[in-house]
């Protein structure tokens, strides 16, 4: 009977397709269907059941990713929580992928699984991390055993492996906040790694307290104190390692403003001067303009991760909910927090001189998308020879496919030009998603997300957005990869900025000016 609901469900998005598509061209039935690259109307695209870039399972979605590099195998591995629409009584399992190079994986299936009864402490799983300790030639995973029913109601807790196959959960050990003066309902996400004096540091998050303790074995632990979070502001998912000559702690933020749930940094020359910027957040964020925030709202609960080479980060971009495109794209969580898990978004981290971090793209995605397409003007308004001059200005591309790379260079007249990208954009659109980079002052850019359009809302606040430095030569290198309605948008290595958009596939995009003029040059697209 199921079988027969989904042939019967497929017929018709078919049917429905073909009527679209139909209406587009105004083709009437029996006649020879037109060039669909051809038409500029807006269409009501869907997702494809599984991303093959910015990962999403088939079936669910990815919670916070837990990566490390395999030294034994030679590549990432990233597991992560598996959510589903509808979970059971015990939920949340690790499931696991491999990779390369952070643009293409291989799914692992399912990793760690959760306990099999509700009374048991790990009957639901949390945050964790995995590392491998050569000495003995094992795998670890330390992991949150979560149980609302229970006094303790999150515990850490581990498992072994000698194949990161077939896992041991140590049924003999735990550590429970409660025994160190921690609060028994906040007591999670364990990050596991060597610290400047030689020993192994598992650093997990309490409350509004970053718990501390130290082994030389990865067997035996012990509290080697606390340090304090972001004032009231509980700061998940903590990931710590040395890049060069620097400390870096990566957290999430979990107050619920939306100008603050994001992923950020504080920076120091040793673990112990990192633990000491929590004692005045304020006078010690990064000197990069944006106190350590490292994308948009849109990307959370971020670890890293490194080859030796590269530290990339991953983190999930989240789903959002409503019955059309319109009221998803702007169901973006303005009073709370966003909808939990979604797909998987890996960055590469630059580390620049000042030791202060921003994101890119990682290396492999510029190859993985090497399908040229044709790009030609469709349609536009005060666009001349590659210039857009005025007010309302645009120029109109063809259709996107499922996954794209979109690459150009604007030149701005002057300190103050505005200017936006447009996706969802059709001729007859009176509703259109656009990313503006806004001139906050004259030596700032903020990247805003906005329903542009005769019917749109406007500025929508709950995404927030990313503030950096305007270039000072006012040349922007911009660089846009998209899987089905994941997107990300890089800008000269200083701007990482990542967007949930529905419908970006099979609909025209375009680039805007706002006043003033710019001059957009180099532009391409290119599909997997």
């Not at 106190?291 to 999930?316: H, P």
């Amino acid at each position: 009977m199921k079988k027969m609901f989904h042939i019967f469900c497929a017929g018709l998005v078919c049917c429905n397709l073909v009527a679209v598509l139909s209406s587009c061209s105004e083709d009437n039935y029996g006649d020879e269907p037109k060039d669909w690259a051809s038409t500029t109307t807006a269409f009501a695209s869907t997702d494809e059941a599984a991303f093959l870039t910015y990962y999403k399972p088939a079936i669910g979605r990815v919670g916070d990713p837990m990566p490390f590099y395999d030294q034994k195998a030679g590549e990432f591995k990233v597991m992560y929580l598996q959510e589903y629409d509808n979970n059971g009584a015990c939920y949340h399992p690790f499931w696991g992928l491999a990779t390369k190079d952070g643009a293409t994986y291989q799914p692992l299936g399912e990793i760690l699984p959760t306990g099999t009864s509700t009374a048991q402490q790990d009957a639901s799983l949390g945050t964790g991390c995995a590392v491998y300790n050569e000495a003995e030639g094992l795998y670890y995973i330390y992991y949150t055993g979560y149980n609302v029913l229970l006094p303790n109601r999150e515990v850490v807790m581990r498992a072994t492996s000698p194949d990161f196959k077939t896992w041991t959960r140590d049924a003999t050990w735990s550590l429970k906040g409660i025994d160190y003066g921690y609060a028994p309902t906040d007591f999670r996400d364990p990050q596991v790694f060597k610290a400047d004096d030689g020993l192994w540091h598992m650093v997990i998050s309490s409350n509004l307290r970053f718990a501390d303790f130290k082994s030389s074995d990865l067997k035996n632990w012990e509290h080697a104190g606390s340090f304090n979070m972001v004032w009231d502001r509980m700061c998940e998912c903590p990931d710590i390692f040395q890049m060069g000559n620097y400390w870096y702690l990566i957290y999430s933020e979990g107050y619920r403003a939306p100008w603050s749930r994001k992923v950020k940094y504080m920076m120091a020359t040793s673990f112990e001067g990192l633990k000491a910027c929590f004692s005045d957040p304020g006078a010690n964020w990064p000197r990069d303009g944006h106190e350590g925030v490292l994308d948009s709202r849109a990307f959370y609960a971020a670890k890293t991760a490194s080859n030796g080479t590269d530290r990339l980060i991953w983190g999930w971009c989240p789903q959002r909910i409503g019955t059309t495109i319109h009221e998803r794209n702007i169901n973006v969580g303005a009073e709370s927090e966003p909808a939990w898990s979604g797909a998987l978004v890996c960055h590469r981290i630059i580390q620049h001189q000042d030791g202060t971090l921003t994101l890119g793209a990682v290396p492999a995605m510029a190859a993985k998308y090497n399908k040229q397409q044709d790009v030609k003007v469709m349609a536009s308004n005060g666009y001349n020879a590659g210039t857009l001059s005025g007010n309302d200005a645009y120029v109109l591309y063809p259709r996107l496919g499922t996954a794209n790379h979109i690459s150009f260079t604007v030149q701005t007249s002057n300190n103050w030009d505005k200017f936006g990208i447009s996706f969802v954009r059709g001729t007859d659109s009176d509703k259109y998603y656009t990313l503006v980079v806004n001139p906050e002052d004259e030596n700032h850019r903020k990247v805003n997300f906005e329903q542009e359009g005769s019917a749109g809302k406007g500025f929508i606040e709950g995404i927030d957005g990313y503030w950096f430095e305007r270039p000072a030569d006012n040349r922007y290198n911009i660089d846009i990869y998209t899987d089905n309605s994941v997107l990300v948008l890089y800008i000269n290595d200083v701007c990482a900025y990542t967007q949930r958009i529905y419908g970006i596939q099979k609909n025209c995009w375009s680039i805007n000016n706002y006043g003033g003029n710019i001059t957009v040059t180099d532009v391409k697209v290119a599909q997997q």
